[in-house]
């Protein structure tokens, strides 16, 4: 099993800056695709971006391109949201996943996922 856990949100004015961190532990996710999603009240989960096992590819939704960079350190066990120019829409609980590798090139199915860290933008 993996054990996935958030820190870094908090409050943040409009156009600041946050970095959360995702800390894995129990096994090695150096061959694990990660990803950060976000839901805000009355609102479904989003992805908000993922990476591959070398970080060699990634994913961000349209609303964060240029604003937000995912990353890991596999050394670390450790997967990242940088999180730049911040607005109010970018309010959310943000959680991360892991998607363990069962077949290659599977359709993922974030097997682990964390408890979440607040991340709230104001204006």
């Known amino acids: 099993q993996v054990q996935l856990v958030e820190s870094g949100g908090g409050l943040v004015q409009a156009g600041g800056s946050l970095r959360l961190s995702c800390a894995a532990s129990?096994?090695?996710?150096?061959?694990?695709?990660m990803g950060w999603f976000r839901q805000a009240p009355g609102k479904e989960r989003e992805i908000v971006a993922t990476i591959n096992m070398n970080g060699g590819s990634t994913y961000y939704i349209d609303s964060v391109k240029g604003r937000f960079t995912i990353a890991r350190d596999n050394a670390k066990n450790t997967v990242y949201l940088q999180m730049n120019s911040l607005k109010p829409e970018d309010t959310a609980v943000y959680y991360c996943?892991?998607?363990?590798?069962?077949?290659?090139?599977?359709?993922?199915?974030?097997?682990?996922w964390g408890q979440g860290t607040q991340v709230t933008v104001s204006s």
């Open positions: 129990g096994r090695t996710i150096s061959s694990y695709t």
């Open positions: 996943a892991a998607d363990r590798p069962w077949v290659v090139s599977h359709t993922p199915t974030w097997d682990y």
